[in-house]
């Protein structure tokens, strides 16, 4: 599976931006797809995913309430609408998938095997 994410840019504060993750090589349905992010000098975190039946969304608690993590299996994209940015997210984001990932491990980085590239996402106050 080939990850392409992108959609990453320079923003104020309080604006917003949505990414996308187009998958090519297999479908992605039935794989869960996570977004993860690292900043400069930072461990890469969790900050949203997807569960494998695209009926579980899970978020990190700093992005809760204004990030949304979405499907669409049509496109074989998967979305991270990101509102209310913060000079905090600042950060390069890496969409990642897996086909036999278990929901209790969604935000574990090394439980996806595939990666994409990641694109940048610059907030500014």
């Known amino acids: 599976v080939q990850l392409q994410a992108s959609g990453g840019g320079v923003v104020q504060a309080g604006e917003s931006l949505r990414l996308s993750c187009v998958a090519s090589g297999r479908t992605l349905r039935g794989v869960a797809v996570g977004w993860f992010r690292q900043a400069p000098g930072k461990e890469r975190e969790f900050v949203a995913a997807s569960s494998r039946t695209g009926s579980g969304t899970f978020y990190a608690d700093s992005v809760k309430g204004r990030f949304t993590i979405s499907r669409d299996n049509t496109k074989n994209t998967v979305y991270l609408q990101m509102d209310s940015l913060k000079p905090e997210d600042t950060a390069v984001y890496y969409c990642?998938?897996?086909?036999?990932?278990?929901?209790?491990?969604?935000?574990?980085?090394?439980?996806?095997?595939?990666w994409g590239q990641g694109t940048q996402v610059t907030v500014s106050s």
């Open positions: 990642a998938a897996d086909g036999s990932i278990i929901n209790s491990s969604l935000r574990q980085a090394f439980q996806y095997d595939w």
